[in-house]
Nanobody, 115 residues
Framework: QVEVVESGGGLVQPGGSLRLSCTTSVSISAINYMGWYRQAPGKLRELVAAFLSSGRTNYGDSVKDRFTIPRDNAKNTDYLEMNSLTPEDTAVYYC?????????WGQGTQVTVSS
């Protein structure tokens, strides 16, 4: 069983920034896919950004040029750095990783963008 833990959510004003963390119980080298997803009330869960096994990154259209997903191999941690936040970014953010052929989800962290 792989443990996935998100952290860093909270309340932020429009235009502000926030960094989420996704820490796993396995080495990043064992992960062949990592993605950040979000789900707002009444909406389907959507992909925000993903780090592919090829080394490429993929971003949702609504977050391109505002969000990035840096990685710290030494800490087995992936980050979601969010800038220029708007109320439309309010959601629960989830980290999803694939180890071998199995996918694992974290419990999610709430991000609220409001003045």
């Amino acid at each position: 069983q792989v443990e996935v833990v998100e952290s860093g959510g909270g309340l932020v004003q429009p235009g502000g920034s926030l960094r989420l963390s996704c820490t796993t119980s396995v080495s990043i080298s064992a992960i062949n896919y990592m993605g950040w997803y979000r789900q707002a009330p009444g909406k389907l869960r959507e992909l925000v950004a993903a780090f592919l096994s090829s080394g490429r990154t993929n971003y949702g259209d609504s977050v391109k040029d505002r969000f990035t997903i840096p990685r710290d191999n030494a800490k087995n941690t992936d980050y979601l750095e969010m800038n220029s936040l708007t109320p439309e970014d309010t959601a629960v953010y989830y980290c999803n990783v694939r180890v071998g052929q199995q996918y694992y989800w974290g419990q999610g962290t709430q991000v609220t963008v409001s003045s």
